[in-house]
């Protein structure tokens, strides 16, 4: 609705009237406006649409306006002047059949202010006054649009750090999983280096004590007998159970012969 209500603001004053004549907006809606054509005083208090009206309160808008929305329903007044600041408007209007100046006050679609005269100095000085007065009167309005957008831009960015923030948490914790995987891996593999290593010191000092046997062994068998173990050695030519230096006994058996 107030999204609505800015983009009307800044649509022609006659649009914005026709559109209350022809009942886009309930005639409740217009304000109170001042009746007295010559008086030059500040704008009425504003009464919105919107805004609950007691049962006692006239059910239509007073006579000068609705009079003047007659006028622009019927093509009789011509706009001379249009100022927007914000959602509020100052506008001049001209009848040529009676020469009458007809000067308002809007916000959006709701009349603050209306008022006639005959003078066209007077016109212009209250068209003046009413276009400094929506300066004013816009400046809150002006305000709260800008600082709804720096909210609004404010959220968005927010937002979008926020998320920037998630995704660098979720790529840290990736990351991290990663690393961690890694350093398992890592100590498993040393650990399985560290034994690998230790079985091969194991099996190279194995190694080198069969080097070492296998050298002594070629060592020995390169030497030969020595005269020694030849002396120990039993005579070849000796019978067995002959000591040196004794002759054998022949025995002599006699036998009959038949």
Do not use: C
Request: glycine fraction near 4%; proline fraction near 6%; aromatic fraction near 4%.
């Amino acid at each position: 609705m107030r999204d609505m209500e800015k983009q009307n603001g800044k649509q022609s004053i006659r649009m914005a009237v026709f559109a209350v004549v022809m009942g886009a907006l309930p005639v409740t809606g217009v304000a109170r406006a001042g009746t007295d054509s010559s008086s030059n005083a500040a704008p009425s208090a504003p009464v919105s649409a919107r805004q609950a009206v007691p049962s006692t309160a006239p059910a239509e808008a007073p006579v000068l306006t609705q009079h003047v929305l007659q006028s622009i329903k019927e093509h009789r007044l011509v706009e001379l002047r249009t100022i927007y600041n914000g959602p509020f408007a100052a506008a001049m209007f001209f009848n040529p059949s009676t020469l009458n100046y007809t000067v308002v006050l809007l916000k959006n679609h709701d009349f603050w202010w209306v008022g006639q005269t005959a003078d066209g100095h007077k016109a212009e000085m209250l068209y003046t006054k009413l276009a400094t007065q929506t300066i004013r009167l816009s400046a809150p309005d002006i305000a709260k649009i800008q600082l709804d957008a720096r909210i609004a831009v404010a959220r968005s960015s927010l937002r979008a750090q926020q998320k920037r923030e998630a995704e660098l948490e979720q790529q840290i914790s990736a990351q991290q999983k990663v690393m961690q995987a890694g350093t398992a891996a890592q100590s498993q593999l040393l650990s399985e280096a560290q034994a690998l290593n230790s079985r091969r010191q194991e099996l190279q000092r194995q190694l080198d004590q069969t080097n070492a046997a296998i050298a002594g062994l070629q060592s020995k068998a390169q030497e030969g007998p020595s005269l020694g173990d030849l002396q120990t050695l039993p005579s070849a030519s000796a019978p067995v159970g002959v000591t040196p230096h004794q002759k054998p006994k022949i025995q002599v058996r006699a036998t009959a012969h038949p």
